[in-house]
C-alpha cells in the first residue's frame, strides 16, 4: 500500500499517525511525501521524497501523475489549502492510473476555500455566522471587526481591527478579502473524518487553549453534545470525502459561531487521532475495502505540541566517532544466503533444485511454493521452509569489509550492526560471517520485540547511541536501502551514508550514493561528507 502526501511540509504528526496506524493494522504502508522543498522537515520521516514544482505551475498536475505512475501511489492525501481545488478537479485523471484521491467534490472544496461561500452555506444550514462582506465601504456590523484574504489560510493576511480608517488601511494591502465583525468567545476546532460517501466516523471538537500563525498548540478535548449534533447536521449537507476541520466560536451567551470550513486534515488533526478517532486506521481500511470502525474519545485529555529539530544535511564533519552498519546487502551479499538456504532445501528433497528455486526466486515468485507445486509435495512445505530459516548459511564478507572494520576500531571508532529479521537467520549470518567478533554492538530489531521494532523505528538507534554514550553527530549508519536506512538516523541527527549496491535485492530508489566499500571507507576515514 502506498500513500503520497503532498505539501508535507511540516505535518510530522500525521505521517507518524498513519505508520503507526499500519502498524497497529499489520498493513504494509510506504509513505512518500511531495514538496516544492527538499528541506521540508516531514520528508525526513517518508519512505520515498519527491520534489516539485509549485502548485500553481501548470506542469504541477502533470508531475504528481508521472509520480504516482512510477511509484504506484494508490492514495494521494492533499494536506495543505492551495492543493484542494486543483486536484479535485483533477481527481479522475488520478483514477485512470489507479490512484485514488482523499479529497472533495470541486463544489465542496469551493465552498471551504472561498470564506464567502462558506458563510453562505453555515448559514442555510441554520447556523449563526458573522455577517460577511467583501467590501469595507459595506461593512456595517460594528468594530472591532476582522479582515482576512477570501481564500486564505493559517491565519495569513488576517487581522484583528478597531475601527473604519484601519479596516480602510488593510483592506488596501489585501487584493481578495471579506470583513467580519470580530467574535469572541471560546475557539473551537471540530476534526471530522468521514467515508468516501461522506458519512462521518469521528467527530471529535477540540478547545483550542493556545494558537500560533493559526496552528493550534495546546488542545483540550470536549466532546460536547451540541457541538457533535452540529457537526452531524453540516456533515449531512456538506457531504465531504475524507477529512474536514470546522471552525467555531462560542461566545459569552453560549451561542456557536461557525467560522470556516477545511476540507482537508487539519493542523491539529492528529491530536484527535492520539485521543481516539483513529482517522488514519480508517483511511487504510478503506482503501483495502474494509469497513471503518468507531472508537472512544478520551473527553477532556489535553495535548500540548512543542518544536523539534530534524537534520537535514549534516555538512561536513570530521568527527566520526561511531559507525554503525546495516547487514544484508551491506556487509554481504543477500543473494548469497538466498542461493544458499534454497541449496539446503534442494538437498532435503535430494538434490538438483537449487537452481530451479532460485530462478523462481529471481522472477518475483514464491520458490518454494512453486517447487512444492510443482513436485507435489505440498504438504512438506513447513518443513522445506524450516530447512531454509535455520540453515548454516555459506557466506562472504564484501571485498574490504573486514579491512575497514579494522581500520575503524584501529582509530578508536566503535562499530555496530543494526539489522531487521527474523532472529534465528540474522544470528545464522552473523555467525558465519564472523562478525561477533568483530563488532563492538549488534541489536537484531525483531529481538527488541517484534516486526514493529524493525527500521524505520528509530529504538534500536536510540539503544545503540545511549550505550556508546555518543552524540548522534558523531555517528553514521551505513545501509542499502535508502527509504527505510536513513529515516531514523537522520531523524535523530546522525548522519546516513548510503552505499548504492547494484546488486542489492531492494535497490529502487534512484539518488546519490556511494557505490563501492572502498568509497565508503574513504567517506568515513577519508574525511569525506555525505
Not at 456595517?140 to 475601527?163: C, L, M, T, Y
Not at 524450516?386 to 579491512?403: I, N, T
Not at 529481538?447 to 558523531?474: H, S, V, Y
Amino acid at each position: 500500500m502506498n500513500i503520497l502526501f503532498t505539501g508535507v511540509g511540516r505535518r510530522i504528526e500525521l505521517i507518524q499517525a498513519f505508520r503507526s496506524a499500519a502498524e497497529t493494522l499489520r498493513k504494509d504502508l510506504k509513505i512518500y511525501g511531495a514538496d516544492m522543498t527538499e528541506t521540508a522537515p516531514a520528508l525526513a520521516y517518508c519512505d520515498g521524497t519527491r520534489i516539485v514544482t509549485g502548485m500553481k505551475e501548470p506542469r504541477y498536475v502533470d508531475e504528481l501523475l508521472t509520480i504516482c505512475k512510477e511509484d504506484e501511489i494508490d492514495l494521494l492525501i492533499p494536506t495543505i489549502d492551495t492543493d484542494l481545488l486543483i486536484l479535485s478537479e483533477n481527481k479522475e485523471r488520478f483514477e485512470e492510473i489507479g490512484t485514488r484521491v482523499m479529497i472533495s467534490e470541486p463544489d465542496q472544496v469551493r465552498i471551504g476555500r472561498d470564506k464567502t461561500l462558506s458563510a453562505r452555506f453555515l448559514k442555510k444550514c441554520g447556523f449563526f455566522t458573522p455577517v460577511t462582506v467583501d467590501d469595507w465601504k459595506e461593512y456595517k456590523s460594528g468594530f472591532p471587526a476582522f479582515i482576512k484574504p477570501r481564500d486564505g489560510s493559517s491565519s495569513i493576511g488576517a487581522f484583528k481591527v478597531q475601527n473604519a480608517e484601519e479596516l480602510k488601511i488593510y483592506a488596501a494591502h489585501l487584493e481578495n478579502y471579506i470583513v467580519q465583525p470580530f467574535v469572541s468567545g471560546i475557539e473551537y476546532t471540530i476534526d471530522v473524518f468521514c467515508d468516501w460517501n461522506g458519512n462521518p466516523l469521528s467527530i471529535v471538537p477540540r478547545e483550542r487553549l493556545k494558537v500560533r500563525d493559526g496552528e493550534v498548540l495546546k488542545t483540550r478535548i470536549r466532546m460536547d453534545k451540541a457541538i457533535l449534533e452540529e457537526a452531524e447536521k453540516i456533515c449531512s449537507a456538506y457531504r465531504p470525502c475524507g477529512a474536514v476541520s470546522i471552525q467555531l466560536i462560542r461566545d459569552a451567551e453560549g451561542t456557536d459561531w461557525f467560522i470556516e470550513i477545511n476540507p482537508r486534515f487539519g493542523g491539529g488533526a492528529p491530536l484527535s487521532m492520539r485521543a481516539g478517532a483513529r482517522s488514519a486506521e480508517s483511511v487504510l481500511r478503506l482503501l483495502d475495502g474494509e469497513p471503518a470502525e468507531r472508537y472512544t474519545v478520551a473527553d477532556g485529555a489535553i495535548y500540548s505540541r512543542f518544536d523539534q529539530a530534524v537534520c537535514i544535511d549534516p555538512g561536513k564533519r570530521t568527527s566520526v566517532k561511531g559507525v554503525i552498519f546495516d547487514l544484508d546487502d551491506t556487509l554481504y551479499s543477500e543473494k548469497e544466503y538466498v542461493w544458499s538456504g534454497y541449496n539446503e532445501v534442494s538437498d532435503f528433497f535430494g538434490g538438483g533444485y537449487t537452481s530451479e528455486l532460485y530462478h523462481f526466486f529471481l522472477n518475483g515468485k514464491p520458490a518454494i511454493d512453486e517447487l512444492m507445486r510443482e513436485t507435489g509435495h505440498e504438504e512438506e512445505k513447513d518443513e522445506a521452509v524450516e530447512v531454509y530459516r535455520h540453515h548454516k548459511p555459506d557466506l562472504h564478507l564484501y571485498d574490504g569489509v573486514a579491512e575497514l572494520i579494522s581500520e575503524l576500531k584501529s582509530k578508536n571508532i566503535r562499530v555496530g550492526i543494526i539489522t531487521d529479521g527474523r532472529p534465528e537467520g540474522q544470528r545464522n549470518k552473523l555467525e558465519a560471517l564472523g562478525l561477533y567478533d568483530m563488532m563492538d554492538d549488534i541489536i537484531i530489531t525483531d529481538e527488541l520485540g517484534g516486526k514493529q521494532f524493525r527500521k524505520p523505528c528509530d529504538i534500536a538507534f536510540r539503544i545503540m547511541l545511549t550505550r556508546w554514550r555518543l552524540n548522534p553527530a558523531d555517528v553514521v549508519y551505513v545501509g542499502d536501502n535508502a527509504a527505510k536506512d536513513s529515516q531514523a538516523p537522520r531523524q535523530l541527527g546522525m548522519r546516513f551514508l548510503w552505499f548504492d549496491n547494484e546488486e542489492g535485492l531492494y535497490r529502487s530508489e534512484k539518488q546519490e550514493g556511494y557505490n563501492s566499500i572502498s568509497a565508503i571507507r574513504d567517506a568515513l576515514i577519508g574525511g569525506g561528507d555525505e
